[in-house]
């Protein structure tokens, strides 16, 4: 059984030896399925999938995608970062594993969407997001996002280094000046030598447009709020 998906444009199909695995891969992936309508003429990549849906088999199958989206991204911006989108098309990327993710799951109850957990792609000439939705959860019926992936361009508005510090009081707030908010992406980042017209430029330019903090907090759901607040709205 295939399950066809849609990554960053290119053909990839997941295999799965019976049908209730390709069923479970359905909807994980639900965010990335290819339309039944699309043919594709360039040949896909395929990534195997042995035996039953076991939560180990689906942690190796979206470690293999994030490789996948390192591979078919050469030549973007990829940093190591979560990111959100609001219905308005703003994003904020949030950056410190794994707590970018626990962050991220909390904005997504709020009313954001995802548009990507592990590796955020963005477009070397325009810093918009391309989006590669997968799942923060491993249980397929435990979708976050509560709004659809804005058709509007996905525009970097917010870049937050987050910390889960479990002895902190309340939550903690730092501006992080613009060439510390470059070097902490770009440390961040894949395949860094391969950005389109150079990742020192690229880097530059994010870290002009984008206002970045450093959050430390205990409780994520404080953190979300104080994400909230500092999200631009135009």
Known sequence: MTVALDVLGRPVEVDCEDPETARVVRLLLADLLASPASDRLDEPERIPVQGPPSPARLAGLVAALEDTV???????????????????????????????????????????????????????????????????????????????????????????????????????????????????????????GDVTGGALPVLARLARRVPAYRLRYADVAGAAEEVLRLWPTD
């Open 70 to 192: 390192i591979r078919l991204g050469a030549g973007h911006l990829m940093p190591r970062a979560a990111a959100v989108a609001r219905s308005d098309g703003s994003v904020a990327l949030l950056c410190g594993e794994p707590d970018a993710s626990t962050l991220a799951a909390a904005l997504l109850r709020r009313g954001c969407a995802s548009l990507s957990d592990g590796t955020t792609v963005l477009d070397a000439d325009t810093l918009e997001v391309l989006p590669v939705p997968l799942p923060i959860s491993l249980e397929p019926a435990g979708a976050l996002s509560t709004i659809d992936v804005p058709a509007e361009p996905l525009e970097p508005r917010l870049l937050v280094f987050a910390e889960h510090t479990p002895d902190a009081t309340g939550t903690h707030l730092d501006v992080v000046s613009g060439g510390e908010a470059a070097y902490l992406v770009g440390s961040r980042s894949a395949r860094l």
